[in-house]
């Protein structure tokens, strides 16, 4: 699905409609999870998106890797199985999911508000550790 497709950096929050995606040949991997989830559910198969990291295990210790978004497909007899169209991926080998839901929106890795005063805000941090799991 990649062939052709340009894969920029995109800091806009949200994800733009497939139709867009088609039409620039062009998006994160969020816009490409949102069409290949479109395209799926057109060919009436049951899918989720997912986000969260993308990990390489033989990375340098304490790197983590970087936020990402794929989809899930759900398959009579083996369950949801990840389906990552930026990575030509399949399956969750060094995918590690933090959220799944309806759509690409409902899920995305950094996104949020504040309601108060400005001097209440002191800050945010967050972390990820990726350990194996036995």
């Known amino acids: 699905m990649r062939s052709g497709v340009r894969l920029p950096a995109r800091d806009e929050e949200g994800t733009q409609p497939p139709s867009r995606t088609l039409a620039l040949r062009s998006g994160s991997c ?5 069409l290949f989830l479109w395209a799926v559910r057109r060919l009436d198969f ?6 969260g990291y993308l990990f390489d295990p033989g990375s340098v210790a304490g ?5 990402h978004a794929w989809c899930e497909v759900f398959l009579p007899g083996a369950g949801w199985i990840a389906f990552d169209p ?16 309806v759509t690409s929106e409902a899920v995305l890795p950094v996104v949020g508000g504040f309601l108060g005063d400005a001097s209440d805000f002191a800050g945010m941090e967050a972390s990820v550790v990726v350990t194996a799991s036995a």
């Open 30 to 34: 969020r816009d490409l999870a949102a």
């Open 46 to 51: 049951a899918a989720r998106a997912a986000s």
């Open 63 to 67: 790197d983590v890797g970087a936020t």
């Open 86 to 101: 930026t990575q030509r991926r399949l399956g969750s080998a060094g995918l590690v999911a933090t959220a799944v839901g």
